[in-house]
Nanobody, 127 residues
Framework: QLPVVESGGGLVQPGGSLRLTCVVS????????IAWFRQAPGKEREGVAC???????AVADSVEGRFTVSRASTKNTVYLQMNDLENEDTAVYYC?????????????????????WGQGTQVTVSS
């Protein structure tokens, strides 16, 4: 089993909401920063949001005010709440983990530093 596993993707209409879940196993979640990335067809992987073990979060400008990242350490789980979804949010969403105690916009621009990745979950926004 992968150390990080995403779920919660699906088909939603514009303006709708989804909550993605990332379950972490085999890793001490309190030692890891967790990030969400997404990749649309023909586009590069884009950092969406991340949260540090101290629950300090960073969110990309493209989703600011619409997406929220949070973590529930007792459940080894990180959530990405996505509201007011737009067609442009359609992508495969990935959860990634890196052993560090901080997370910022800098990390969202550098997916290569994250050691552990999930298999991805498809989010499709369409009417």
């Amino acid at each position: 089993q992968l150390p990080v596993v995403e779920s919660g993707g699906g088909l939603v209409q514009p303006g709708g909401s989804l909550r993605l879940t990332c379950v972490v196993s085999g890793l001490a979640l309190d030692d890891y920063a967790i990030a969400w990335f997404r990749q649309a067809p023909g586009k590069e992987r884009e950092g969406v949001a991340c949260v540090s073990p101290g629950t300090i979060a960073a969110v990309a400008d493209s989703v600011e005010g619409r997406f929220t990242v949070s973590r529930a350490s007792t459940k080894n789980t990180v959530y990405l709440q996505m509201n007011d979804l737009e067609n442009e949010d359609t992508a495969v969403y990935y959860c990634a983990a890196e052993k560090q105690y901080y997370c910022s916009d800098w990390d969202l621009n550098r997916p290569s530093i994250f050691d552990f990745w999930g298999q991805g979950t498809q989010v499709t926004v369409s009417s």
